[in-house]
């Protein structure tokens, strides 16, 4: 079974910094993971992705976070995290989180993607 568990999300004024985490579990088989990044929907519109980082630490990030907001993972706890500093009121919008984990299937390794279950956050004076 796989899980991603996320927290830190809530309500913050305009130029205030929340963190993000995601701590992903998998019980009962060998694993690794492989990218893990980060996600939000806000109300109306499509999920977009906002930062991705490799088990290498190579990072992508979108145009509207790039300079605001820092992704970082520690793969002994096979976590990720997003740091968001001079957040504004457009960053609000339920954040997920995203791994690409490897399972070893008994015979094979199977690929899949995860999603958490979503943390909001809320920018607003």
């Known amino acids: 079974q796989v899980q991603l568990v996320e927290s830190g999300g809530g309500l913050v004024q305009p130029g205030g910094s929340l963190r993000l985490s995601c701590a992903a579990s998998v019980s009962g088989s060998i694993f690794s993971i492989n990218t893990m990044g980060w996600y939000r929907q806000a109300p109306g519109k499509q999920r977009e992705s906002v930062a991705s980082?490799?088990?290498?630490?190579?990072?992508v990030y979108a145009d509207s976070v790039q300079g605001g907001f820092t992704i970082s993972r520690d793969n002994a706890k096979n976590t990720v995290y997003l740091q968001m500093n001079s957040l504004k009121a457009e960053d609000t919008a339920v954040y997920y989180c995203n791994a690409e984990i490897r399972i070893w299937a008994g015979i094979s390794w199977s690929t899949r993607g995860e999603w958490g279950q979503g943390t909001q956050v809320t920018v607003s004076s």
């Open positions: 980082i490799t088990s290498g630490g190579s990072t």
